[in-house]
């Protein structure tokens, strides 16, 4: 596991007990509850890829599985993730950037403080719930 | 005999609470200004940076902590503080 992720694996499993870790890429998978009014679902799994840079580096974006989307068939913000070694997977380019595209990412050396991988998980689902917004 | 309950002024979303010193869940702090559980509740540091508090964060507010929903995701957004 990366170094700075162990660091942080207790909280991440302390807020979402069925995180885990798997490999070929390095990510993090946790279950997500999402309102199905608008999603087709109200459960999915969403799996955040660890860059190797991290924690200077934030992640990149987020997956969830190629069948998730909104019930009433709005496209969905993703690709497909094929490409980043996830068959069966879409992709949402999810960054922590300001209004310029200038990274606001700010981790710290405390895994508990600054950005960290549950603050990044917080913003996706609170991403989710505002219907992608 | 008297009990002395040492209290702490926080700002949540912009307004003040006066609470009782004691370990709070981020849950409680959320309630107590009306959010919801997926809003990303966020505390200030001295730095600018910002600590994520989850639903089940345990902390314990100091004085003058400001907590926030934080929405600065996604292309063309930007840092929105409340």
């Given at each position: 596991?990366?170094?700075?992720?162990?660091?942080?694996?207790?909280?991440?499993?302390?807020?979402?007990?069925?995180?885990?870790?798997?490999?070929?890429?390095?990510?993090?998978?946790?279950?997500?509850?999402?309102?199905?009014?608008?999603?087709?679902?109200?459960?999915?799994?969403?799996?955040?890829?660890?860059?190797?840079?991290?924690?200077?580096?934030?992640?990149?974006?987020?997956?969830?599985?190629?069948?998730?989307?909104?019930?009433?068939?709005?496209?969905?913000?993703?690709?497909?993730?094929?490409?980043?070694?996830?068959?069966?997977?879409?992709?949402?380019?999810?960054?922590?950037?300001?209004?310029?595209?200038?990274?606001?990412?700010?981790?710290?050396?405390?895994?508990?403080?600054?950005?960290?991988?549950?603050?990044?998980?917080?913003?996706?689902?609170?991403?989710?719930?505002?219907?992608?917004? | 005999?008297?009990?002395i309950i040492t209290t702490v002024e926080v700002f949540i979303?912009?307004q003040s609470f006066t609470l009782e010193s004691r370990e709070y869940?981020?849950?409680?702090l959320?309630?107590l200004?009306?959010?919801?559980?997926?809003?990303?509740?966020?505390r200030e540091e001295p730095?600018?940076?910002?600590?994520?508090i989850?639903?089940?964060?345990?902390i314990v507010p100091v004085e003058g902590d400001n907590f926030?929903?934080?929405?600065?995701?996604?292309?063309?957004?930007?840092?929105?503080?409340?």
């Amino acid at each position: 596991m990366h170094p700075r992720l162990e660091e942080e694996w207790d909280d991440i499993v302390g807020e979402y007990p069925d995180a885990r870790h798997e490999m070929s890429p390095e990510r993090v998978v946790v279950t997500l509850e999402v309102a199905l009014d608008p999603y087709n679902q109200a459960l999915t799994p969403a799996a955040v890829l660890v860059p190797p840079g991290y924690r200077s580096t934030g992640p990149d974006g987020f997956l969830v599985p190629s069948g998730f989307g909104f019930s009433n068939g709005d496209a969905f913000p993703a690709s497909d993730a094929t490409g980043l070694g996830m068959a069966g997977w879409q992709a949402v380019s999810f960054h922590m950037i300001d209004a310029n595209g200038a990274s606001t990412w700010r981790p710290t050396a405390d895994p508990r403080r600054g950005d960290n991988m549950i603050g990044y998980l917080q913003s996706i689902e609170s991403f989710i719930a505002r219907r992608c917004n | 005999m008297s009990t002395i309950i040492t209290t702490v002024e926080v700002f949540i979303e912009g307004q003040s609470f006066t609470l009782e010193s004691r370990e709070y869940k981020g849950a409680e702090l959320r309630e107590l200004a009306g959010l919801h559980n997926k809003d990303k509740l966020v505390r200030e540091e001295p730095d600018g940076s910002e600590t994520a508090i989850p639903p089940g964060r345990k902390i314990v507010p100091v004085e003058g902590d400001n907590f926030y929903v934080s929405i600065r995701f996604r292309r063309g957004w930007r840092c929105t503080r409340g």
